[in-house]
């Protein structure tokens, strides 16, 4: 069973940094591509970032390049998400997300979404 739990979300101000993490269980962690996605109040869930198993390939959502920088330690079953430059926009609950595969060809169907999720954390960035 695969477990996913997220930690570091919290009220931060416009501008600042900061940095969620995701520790994985229940299968093996480095066989599979990870991600983060988020959803804002009233909105949908939108794709973040995603890392393949090799972290050979790293995408990032529009909204996020430049400013997020996602990454794993296969050696602690751990994906994290260094966010720096927050926006307002950013306010939302950020999940973690475990796919089946490892690597991806176009069209590049984590955009959707991944098998497994975490439960999420808040991030809140005041204006």
């Known amino acids: 069973q695969v477990r996913l739990v997220e930690s570091g979300g919290g009220l931060v101000q416009a501008g600042t940094s900061l940095t969620l993490s995701c520790v994985a269980s229940?299968?093996?962690?480095?066989?599979?591509?990870m991600g983060w996605f988020r959803q804002a109040p009233g909105k949908e869930r939108e794709f973040v970032a995603v890392?393949?198993?090799?972290?050979?390939?790293?995408h990032y959502a529009d909204s996020v390049k430049g400013r997020f920088t996602i990454s794993r330690d296969d050696s602690k079953n751990t994906v994290t998400l260094e966010m720096i430059s927050l926006k307002p926009e950013d306010t939302a609950r950020y999940y973690c997300?475990?796919?089946?595969?490892?690597?991806?060809?176009?069209?590049?169907?984590?955009?959707?979404?991944?098998?497994?999720w975490g439960k999420g954390t808040l991030v809140t960035v005041s204006s």
């Open positions: 890392i393949t198993w090799n972290g050979r390939n790293i």
């Open positions: 997300a475990q796919d089946d595969v490892g690597d991806y060809d176009p069209p590049y169907s984590f955009i959707y979404g991944m098998r497994y």
């Open positions: 229940g299968r093996t962690f480095s066989s599979h591509a």
